[in-house]
């Protein structure tokens, strides 16, 4: 971006690195669930196949794009995109981090029901009501009003799990943590 920001060619080169990346994201996270037992495994499976998801829509989404960095063919990139949150968002309500005390995952739901609401409140207050105005009701207009109020969904589930987890702080949960915070950035 640096040495030519007003070109195609970052657009293109990110799209690139983000599909090989998200590939071997994807093949990490099903070597961990192959050396893992139990809900670990399961967790990893899931997060595997949402990272194998996105890798896909990045490959659809640099697939139709324009030397310009123009996409025309969003809705098939961007479903798989948000259809791959549902495994890793299961991956996450499920990932073990200490024992869960009676009712505690369904207050984490309601805690994520609150939070994802009272986000979607404020970002159509100060910002979404005005783009999706601009952009018309439509599929362009639900992505935009969905994509930032997942991805703090998802990152505020991964600070609730390191929350939760009971004794010392664990390496593999700080990371999960860091990596989603990392990725709604």
């Given at each position: 971006v640096a040495l030519r920001p007003w070109s195609a060619d970052p657009v293109m080169t990110g799209d690139t690195l983000s599909t090989v990346l998200g590939a071997l994201a994807a093949l990490c996270?099903?070597?961990?669930?192959?050396?893992?037992?139990?809900?670990?495994?399961?967790s990893w499976l899931l997060f595997g196949l949402t990272m194998a998801m996105w890798a896909v829509a990045d490959v659809v989404w640099y697939a139709y794009g324009t030397s310009d960095g123009y996409h025309s063919v969003l809705s098939v990139a961007d479903s798989?995109?948000?259809?791959?949150?549902?495994?890793?968002?299961?991956?996450?309500?499920?990932y073990p981090a200490g024992t869960w005390e009676p009712g505690a995952r369904t207050r984490l739901m309601l805690d994520i029901v609150v939070l994802g609401g009272a986000l979607l409140l404020v970002s159509e207050v100060v910002?979404?009501?005005?783009?999706?105005?601009?952009?018309?009701?439509?599929?362009?207009?639900?992505?935009?009003?969905?994509?930032?109020?997942?991805d703090v969904l998802l990152s505020g589930l991964a600070v609730l799990l390191l929350l939760r987890s009971s004794g010392k702080p664990r390496p593999d949960l700080i990371l999960i943590a860091a990596s989603f915070a990392v990725y709604t950035a």
């Amino acid at each position: 971006v640096a040495l030519r920001p007003w070109s195609a060619d970052p657009v293109m080169t990110g799209d690139t690195l983000s599909t090989v990346l998200g590939a071997l994201a994807a093949l990490c996270c099903l070597y961990a669930a192959v050396r893992t037992r139990g809900a670990l495994r399961r967790s990893w499976l899931l997060f595997g196949l949402t990272m194998a998801m996105w890798a896909v829509a990045d490959v659809v989404w640099y697939a139709y794009g324009t030397s310009d960095g123009y996409h025309s063919v969003l809705s098939v990139a961007d479903s798989l995109y948000l259809i791959g949150l549902l495994p890793v968002s299961i991956g996450l309500i499920f990932y073990p981090a200490g024992t869960w005390e009676p009712g505690a995952r369904t207050r984490l739901m309601l805690d994520i029901v609150v939070l994802g609401g009272a986000l979607l409140l404020v970002s159509e207050v100060v910002v979404l009501g005005e783009v999706v105005s601009s952009v018309g009701a439509g599929w362009d207009a639900f992505v935009y009003v969905v994509y930032p109020v997942t991805d703090v969904l998802l990152s505020g589930l991964a600070v609730l799990l390191l929350l939760r987890s009971s004794g010392k702080p664990r390496p593999d949960l700080i990371l999960i943590a860091a990596s989603f915070a990392v990725y709604t950035a």
